[in-house]
């Protein structure tokens, strides 16, 4: 691939992330919209909502290692992934 398709694929990048920052504003207003409302669910033609609340749990590692002084880099471990960055000029 060549640098004047890769700049043409990273616009087209740039558009797609402009695009979706767009929908998650308007999907961000509705939302906030329909909460203030107290809807819990609600259908239209195409779609249905409902919503619903997770609650999850997690080890506070830091308070452990200070409670119980355990050496927590042996209970660890490391994941790596590639990130991709789009920003506009």
């Known amino acids: 691939m060549n640098s004047a398709a890769i700049g043409r694929r990273v616009?087209?990048?740039g558009e797609l992330k402009a695009e979706i920052a767009n929908f998650e504003a308007?999907?961000?207003k509705i939302r906030e919209e329909l909460e203030a409302a107290g809807v819990t669910e609600g259908e239209?033609?195409?779609?249905?909502?409902?919503f619903s609340e997770a609650v999850t749990n997690?080890?506070?590692?830091?308070?452990?290692?200070?409670?119980?002084?355990?050496?927590?880099?042996?209970?660890t471990s490391t994941t790596t992934s590639?990130?991709?960055?789009?920003?506009?000029?």
């Open 58 to 75: 997690r080890v506070d590692w830091n308070r452990v290692k200070e409670d119980y002084d355990l050496p927590l880099e042996k209970y």
């Open 11 to 13: 616009d087209r990048l």
């Open 26 to 28: 308007e999907i961000k």
């Open 44 to 50: 239209g033609k195409l779609f249905c909502l409902q």
């Open 82 to 89: 590639v990130r991709m960055l789009v920003k506009a000029r």
